[in-house]
């Protein structure tokens, strides 16, 4: 089992910056794949950014360039700095984990940004 809390959604304007926080209840590197998704309403959540326990990392193209996950050196929280930050990516933010074949979700966090 892991628990996810993430905290640091916000409402910013565009070209802004916002650190999301994903809090997990064991270490990450006991996870094989940590990430954030995105959902809008009425479209699928769809793939942010991922972290691997390697610490390989993947990007939708949508974010390359502007996003970068990371971990803390306590193993216990994964980020997600959003830089140049636009109205599309205005979405509840969701915290992912993979452990073997199970996959777990935080509750989300909205992110708005205005134009």
């Known amino acids: 089992q892991v628990q996810l809390v993430e905290s640091g959604g916000n409402l910013v304007q565009a070209g802004g910056s916002l650190r999301l926080s994903c809090a997990a209840s064991?270490?990450?590197?006991?996870?094989?794949?940590m990430g954030w998704y995105r959902q809008v309403p009425g479209k699928q959540r769809e793939l942010v950014a991922t972290?691997?326990?390697?610490?390989?990392?993947n990007y939708a193209d949508s974010v390359k360039g502007r996003f970068t996950i990371s971990r803390d050196s306590a193993g216990n929280t994964v980020y997600l700095q959003m830089d140049s930050l636009k109205p599309e990516d205005t979405a509840v933010y969701y915290c992912?984990?993979?452990?073997?074949?199970?996959?777990?979700w935080g509750q989300g966090t909205q992110v708005t940004v205005s134009s």
């Open positions: 064991r270490s990450i590197f006991s996870i094989n794949v």
């Open positions: 972290l691997t326990a390697g610490g390989t990392t």
């Open positions: 992912y984990a993979r452990v073997s074949v199970y996959t777990y």
